[in-house]
T-cell receptor, first 117, second 112 residues
Framework: GAGVSQSPSNKVTEKGKDVELRCDPI?????LYWYRQSLGQGLEFLIY????????KSGLPSDRFSAERTGGSVSTLTIQRTQQEDSAVYLC???????????????FGEGSRLTVL | GNSVTQMEGPVTLSEEAFLTINCTYT??????LFWYVQYPGEGLQLLLK?????DKGSNKGFEATYRKETTSFHLEKGSVQVSDSAVYFC???????????FGQGTILTVHP
């Protein structure tokens, strides 16, 4: 597609329910990120996928959070047993990594706004 | 670990005023530095970047200079417009692969 696509754009759920957020990156991009944007907290790194390498999961806040990237393309972020503090906008971004070049130009989707009641 | 600190907002200016948004960083080695912008209702997008010390990134009238001696990458614009109203994020990346570390974001509002 022309850009990074995320779904759903808005999700309201009850505390304790599981949610899945989907990201379709730009075709051909080798790397994919998930970030979380909370009011007043900036962008919090969650996870990074690069090609066939093991993902960098260092930003996942708890074991309730997991993510996968199937076929090197679409990614799903899953939050189990949601809590009110999980309420935030979840952003996906993709990039084509070029060996030896630190381009750093991430292409972001518009995000999935999660509200946990 | 790497970290980025931005001046706290919100920043409110009149049209044609001079803008500075401060950004300082902590990192080992020689990171690349970035400014991203998020316009209302849109996704984040890269505004400008600098990949080595003393480089100046520029775009849309905005500039920022990579100052290794002061570990800073302040964003400036000589004359802001209403259309510049947005949230601005400073970011760094320590290696060719891996995460970008973002600052807290600064909300800029420009009034006519």
């Amino acid at each position: 597609g022309a850009g990074v696509s995320q779904s759903p754009s808005n999700k309201v759920t009850e505390k304790g329910k599981d949610v899945e957020l989907r990201c379709d990156p730009i075709s051909g991009h080798t790397a994919l990120y998930w970030y979380r944007q909370s009011l007043g907290q900036g962008l919090e790194f969650l996870i990074y996928f690069q090609g066939n390498s093991a993902p960098d999961k260092s930003g996942l806040p708890s074991d309730r959070f997991s993510a996968e990237r199937t076929g090197g393309s679409v990614s799903t972020l899953t939050i189990q047993r949601t809590q009110q503090e999980d309420s935030a906008v979840y952003l996906c971004a993709s990039i084509t990594e070029i060996a030896g070049a630190n381009t750093g130009e991430l292409f972001f989707g518009e995000g999935s706004r999660l509200t946990v009641l | 670990g790497n970290s980025v600190t931005q001046m706290e907002g919100p920043v409110t200016l009149s049209e044609e005023a001079f803008l500075t948004i401060n950004c300082t960083y902590t990192a080992t080695g020689y990171p690349s530095l970035f400014w991203y912008v998020q316009y209302p209702g849109e996704g984040l997008q890269l505004l400008l970047k600098a990949t080595k010390a003393d480089d100046k990134g520029s775009n849309k009238g905005f500039e920022a200079t990579y100052r290794k001696e002061t570990t800073s990458f302040h964003l400036e614009k000589g004359s802001v417009q209403v259309s510049d109203s947005a949230v601005y994020f400073c970011a760094l990346r320590g290696t060719s692969y891996g995460k970008l570390t973002f600052g807290q974001g600064t909300i800029l509002t420009v009034h006519p």
